[in-house]
């Protein structure tokens, strides 16, 4: 998810808000690791890997959180609730966005000599990852982020290559990447049921 944030960040104002609600989010399960861990083992105060439970606490895997919450009751599914792991699914849906636009990227032009550009690709990502699970207000601010994306170029420049040539072993080894982990999570939340929390 660092990557995903790091990257998002990287893109400036422009989705500002979208790596934003991904910051919040991060935060938000660094903070239930911290509580979970001090009420576990009476720690308090000190922000340590150990404190955060990331050696052998309940939030030290995606596995382990699930497992931690649905024990405790804290996931449900009909009501919104600050958990773990409804939280995950929605870094989940931001990195499927964030991959889906990164393919896009990597791909060839079509068949007219032309590359699609970032705010084409990015509103092609957010079509299928994002915007089935936002309300109409958000959506529609999402169409004017889009329009003012930069050029392909800045992107490029982004991810530290100067021509798409460059850019497609690059972006392919982040894909790769972003797969793995986005194929493990999926699993996980749909062994549980949990692809759909409200």
Known sequence: MNLSFSFMESLGTMVGFFSLKVKEKVILIQELSLKHSAEAHGKRGLRTPESFGLKNGAYRSVRSMVGAELKEGVVHFSRHTDSGCRTLLRLHRS??????????LAEGPAVDGLYKTPGELCRDAYKVALAPHHPWVLRQAAELVFLALPDRRY???VVCVQSQQEATPVLHTIIHALTLVHTQTQRILAEHDMLELP
């Open 95 to 104: 990195l499927l966005w964030l991959k889906l636009m990164l393919e896009g």
């Open 155 to 157: 992107f490029l420049q």
